[in-house]
């Protein structure tokens, strides 16, 4: 695996892991961005709306856009990858907790 893959793997991996974190399931792509950073995957808002799109195709996510302000809010699948209760090959798998 390059390191992009695991990169994008990782990157899909926490986004979905904030968004079933939040209250509503759902965020924007500039605090997702912010978020990627933080956790350490640096990601340009570019790379965000790519993964933000490819969520949305296989179904862990539902968008709402109005012009470049993106809103994701997590499904039931994504919401159940993001806490190791489903898996893709696509999304690394979180580690267990401690």
């Known amino acids: 695996m390059s390191y992009n893959d695991f990169n994008?793997?990782?990157r899909r991996l926490a986004i979905l892991?904030?968004?079933e974190a939040c209250t509503d399931y759902t965020?924007?792509?500039s605090i997702l961005t912010d978020v990627l950073?933080?956790?350490g995957v640096t990601s340009t808002r570019s790379q965000v709306i790519t993964e933000l799109q490819w969520l949305k195709?296989?179904?862990f996510i539902t968008t709402q856009e109005n012009g470049d302000f993106v809103v994701?809010?997590?499904?039931?699948?994504?919401?159940?990858?993001a806490t190791?209760?489903?898996?893709?090959?696509e999304v690394q798998r979180p580690s267990p907790k401690a």
């Open 17 to 19: 892991r904030h968004l």
């Open 72 to 81: 994701a809010t997590a499904t039931l699948s994504g919401a159940e990858i």
């Open 8 to 10: 994008r793997k990782h």
């Open 84 to 89: 190791g209760r489903s898996t893709h090959p």
């Open 27 to 29: 965020s924007n792509a």
């Open 57 to 59: 195709e296989n179904g």
């Open 37 to 39: 950073d933080h956790v």
